[in-house]
């Protein structure tokens, strides 16, 4: 009577290890074809299987970290001028414009101490230009003239981005492909009053600089959202943050533009305002074990551009008239 074997020799078993990983590798290669595959048809729909690892400058096909920096820069300079000549000549006497602009970003409309310097008014203003172009340009995908439909067509890359990255980015840059190439003034007008509703009243004709700003911003947005990212985190988009007045300083988040005395001594300091909005490359979580990270991981390209609160005092007794 013969009794079945519960056991296997030796070779037996490393013969069939070897069998087991050798499939197991040519899995693998197998889908790291398709994947090359897969670009390579995706870079050709998009006319750039020959110039994608070579353009990255503006207007190219792809953008790289630096051309971003350049670009903030540029915009940044923009709001500075802006800024500057309203309170060169200005429309309204500067108490008026900074508790306007304390107004519109915090909603709020309770007196406010007399005084405001003109440093104080200039970078108020740069702080809620940077909130309206975080917002309403960076982070809301700008493709046409409706902000309703703007807004379904951020909800639509947020779905993607979740359950398919490169999908995601493949659709986005066809979308901006036919993005309109200016902002109708109604829109705008639209978003200032949203956004700023106690400064377009106070300003006046001073807000037709804003309207230049606002088409630099969207020129921005197109360069982040419309090209290929290149390196290897091709599948990742952009977005921007603002910190907010009176939060901490963080250093892996911010940059101060003039000298925080209070750091220096040691002691804490808090935001006094954020003349441009930080930016950051969100990218999906990594896959290990076969299973998608859910969490995305964030990078900060440009960090938010920020004065502190010391650096605007105007009284003695240490205080900021912001709260």
Request: glycine share 6%; with cysteine; charged share 20%.
């Amino acid at each position: 009577m013969a009794f079945p074997q519960d056991f296997v020799s030796g070779e037996q078993y490393r013969y069939c290890a070897y069998e087991l990983r050798g499939n197991k590798r040519r899995q693998l290669e197998e889908q790291e074809r398709q994947i090359a595959l897969l670009r390579s048809r995706i870079a050709l729909l998009e006319g750039t299987a020959k110039t994608q690892d070579t353009l990255t400058k503006q207007g190219g096909t792809s953008v790289d970290d630096f051309s971003i920096k350049n670009a903030a820069s540029q915009l940044e300079r923009l709001i500075n001028r802006w800024a500057a000549d309203v309170v060169r000549a200005p429309p309204a006497n500067l108490d008026s414009i900074y508790a306007a602009a304390i107004s519109d970003i915090t909603g709020s409309n309770e007196p406010l101490p007399l005084g405001a310097s003109p440093m104080q008014v200039q970078n108020i203003l740069r702080h809620v230009m940077s909130d309206m172009i975080s917002a309403e340009v960076i982070n809301c995908l700008i493709v046409t003239n409706s902000s309703e439909a703007n807004v379904q067509l951020t909800r639509i890359n947020e779905h993607l981005f979740s359950r398919n990255p490169m999908v995601a980015a493949v659709w986005r840059r066809q979308t901006f492909s036919a993005a309109v190439d200016s902002c109708d003034s109604n829109m705008a007008h639209s978003i200032f009053n949203d956004q700023m509703p106690s400064l377009v009243k106070v300003l006046g004709a001073s807000m037709k600089g804003v309207i230049r700003i606002f088409d630099a911003a969207y020129n921005f947005s197109r360069m982040l959202h419309g090209a290929n990212v290149s390196g290897a985190s091709t599948d990742a988009f952009y977005r921007s943050f603002v910190p907010e007045i009176g939060s901490a300083l963080l250093p892996r988040q911010i940059e101060l533009i003039r000298r925080c005395l209070k750091s220096e001594r040691g002691e804490a300091d808090r935001v006094g305002a954020t003349v441009f909005p930080g930016l950051v490359k969100v990218v999906k979580g990594t896959t290990t074990g076969g299973e998608q990270d859910q969490d995305n991981m964030q990078s900060i390209v440009r960090r938010a551009q920020v004065i502190c609160e010391c650096a605007l005092l105007v009284g003695a007794d240490g205080t900021v008239p912001i709260a």
